[in-house]
């Protein structure tokens, strides 16, 4: 599933609220969707309470939210005039923060997710942005290739808490029994998102050396320098 293509198609939903916010500093909006990622995080990790399982429902909802603004930001930025290479930066930086909080929610929760694999999720996530942003940092296009954009893991991260809302309360299953292995939906969404993330940054990677290879062919396979 590659959805990051497919932005254009909520522009109906962003453009008129970005025009009604067009005096807004395009920042503010980028803190306010941070705040909602790092609340959504917290929401998560709660959810697993006993009694407390509606909460995913209530996560589910402030990740969509969050992600809105997400997306509003850079379109107030367009429609004003105030995009910047400071203000892209920052997307970027909160951006992986907000992936954090609300993959980390999850994935630190032990009624959820196996601690190893919620760390094996997160790898995969945040290795899947650096191989798209590190492309454009060194001269290559900027990548958007892959299964596992940010667009993909938005929607995942609505979808499965609610199946698994929607398991607990209709059918009384908290945990599938898969081959004799008990795992949850969200943990199918974690081993998801450690999996496919993970090959998606190493098609980013193959995908932004070929390029490299075509822009500079005479170039060796030297470094210029390390991080």
Not at 83 to 95: E, I, N, Q, R, T
Not at 178 to 202: D, P, Y
Not at 204 to 217: E, F, Q, S, V
Request: proline share 3%.
């Amino acid at each position: 599933m590659v959805l990051d293509g497919q932005r254009a198609r909520v522009d109906f939903a962003l453009t008129p609220v970005a025009r009604k916010l067009i005096n807004v500093n395009p920042n503010t909006i980028s803190w306010i969707g941070l705040i909602l990622a790092l609340v959504c995080g917290v929401i998560f990790y709660f959810s697993g309470r006993e009694g407390c399982d509606w909460l995913l429902v209530v996560g589910a909802v402030m990740v969509i939210v969050s992600g809105y603004f997400d997306a509003l930001d850079g379109k107030v930025a367009k429609l004003s005039g105030k995009a910047s290479p400071k203000g892209d930066y920052l997307d970027h930086v909160f951006d992986r923060y907000a992936d954090v909080f609300m993959i980390g929610g999850i994935a630190f929760c032990a009624t959820w997710c196996d601690p190893y694999l919620g760390m094996l999720a997160l790898v995969g996530v945040l290795l899947t942005s650096y191989m798209g942003t590190q492309a454009q940092a060194i001269g290559a296009p900027r990548l958007y290739a892959g299964l596992l954009g940010r667009a993909d893991r938005v929607v995942l991260s609505t979808l499965f808490p609610l199946i698994q809302f929607i398991s607990i309360v209709c059918f009384d299953v908290t945990y599938l029994d898969i081959a004799g292995l008990q795992i949850s939906w969200l943990e199918i969404m974690m081993l998801w998102f450690a999996v496919v993330g993970n090959a998606t940054a190493i098609q980013r990677a193959i995908i932004t050396w070929r390029n490299l290879g075509k822009m500079y062919p005479d170039s060796g396979e030297g470094k210029d320098g390390e991080e």
